[in-house]
């Protein structure tokens, strides 16, 4: 659990430090984006790799060079260097975003059962919420002491992480084998590049809508592409027949589409926390204060990842992914119609953490309870890749409907864009739960 906080938590470093990153390298806010950008990115590319790895023998040394390589990564962010080398260390620091499969994996292999259960669901838990540790801490740090002390903060922690790894992580049992089909996993990672970038990238649909579909029909060609092959290989990367399983598809369909209304809610809060008074709403928060307010979205997260596993013993994992999202509909719905004040804001993501953290912690019993033991890391790392998919796209249709109502040359989009973003939020969450209900209804 530690090592998925870890990861999670200096993989979101990036967001309260872009400004910071644009004064500090005199850049533009675009390019200091990147820094977030890019993490998430080779997150996401690294995840399906690391996860068939984490099937095999060798799953201890992958953790081991894995967190080795994050531990250089968040060296270069330190380190008196150019921008270039920043966002190489930060591409390097999102690559332990794979480790939260591997993660649940150790969890499954090498805890009884009545534990390995609620521990697989509080390391899914803590991936998310890792965001709402990271952001505060890093913000304060960068507003005392600077760019660099925020980042030695992630150099601490991941050092930590990986001697505390060395010392505990157990090796896999004997008897597993892992493959890695190279060309599989170059294909996959074009497409997923080509996804990301385009979700991350939302000004590309308004500006250079030819080039942006020339891309997603390439992105589409290839994940097409790499489906076959990987039906027709007897070394797949991800195994392709399993996740047509009616509970491993239906729960990754409402992963992404959840994704897209979790990630979207945590994004309009923040950004309308943070807007000036001048523009007629928001309440000018710093960077700090409004880290502060994904306090209650990580202790409520916290509280409901405890709380789900003894929940599940009464009530079926789709019924519960039903109701975690009503719950996040429910965030939605609250700072649709009240956010003229801060302790709205606070209840909102707080119904926003309790749903997520819900979401997360019920999701891998439903795609576990049909996965071999030997499976557990490859099918898991698919479902994060489908979430981190989900999330980019809650992040750039929020954005798409904050700047469709911004008005021409006005800065700040108009107070009733942000009703009208939160809405597709609840249409996001209403077809998570009809999904979560047929898979429930199927099984």
Known sequence: ????????????????????????????????????????????????????LGAGPR??????ATLAI?????????????????????????????????????????????RSAPTIALISVVSIIGAGV??????????????????????????????????????????????VNVAGALVLAGGLLLV??????????SRHLAVAVTLAVAAVLLLCVWTASELRTTTPLVDVRAMRHPAVAGANIATFVGGIGMYLLLTLITRYAQTPHGAGYGF???????GLVLIPFSVLGFVAGKLTPRVRERIDGPLLLAGSAVIVGGGCVLFAIARSNLAELLAAMGVLGFGVGS???????????????SETSSAMSFNYVVRSV????????????LAAGTATGRLFPNDDAYTTAALVGVAAMAITTVVSLALARRR
């Open 1 to 52: 659990m530690f090592v998925a906080l870890v990861v999670a938590a200096v993989a979101s470093l990036g967001t309260p430090l872009i400004t910071s990153v644009a004064t500090t390298f005199h850049v533009s806010l675009d390019s200091a984006q990147w820094t977030l950008t890019i993490a998430l990115l080779s997150g996401a590319v690294a995840t399906p790799v690391l996860g068939r």
């Open 59 to 64: 799953r201890r040394a992958t953790i081991l």
């Open 70 to 114: 994050v531990v250089g990564g968040s060296a270069l962010t330190v380190l008196p260097l150019p921008f270039a080398w920043l966002l190489v260390g930060r591409a390097a620091q999102g690559i332990g975003l794979g480790l939260t499969a591997l993660m649940m994996g150790v969890a499954r292999d090498h805890l009884p059962e009545e």
């Open 134 to 179: 990271g952001y505060p801490l890093a913000a304060l740090l960068a507003e005392f002491g600077g760019l660099r002390a925020a980042y030695g903060l992630g150099l601490l922690v991941t050092a930590v992480a990986f001697v505390a790894a060395w010392r505990s992580m157990p090796a896999a049992p004997e008897g597993r084998s892992a493959h």
């Open 196 to 205: 990301l970038f385009l979700a991350g990238e939302s000004s590309l649909w």
């Open 284 to 290: 000018g928060l710093t960077t700090f204060v409004a």
């Open 359 to 373: 979401f997360s912690a019920a999701m891998p019993g439903v795609i576990l309870a049909v996965t071999r033991k």
């Open 390 to 401: 989900g999330y980019s796209l809650g992040s750039a249709v929020g954005g798409l409907v």
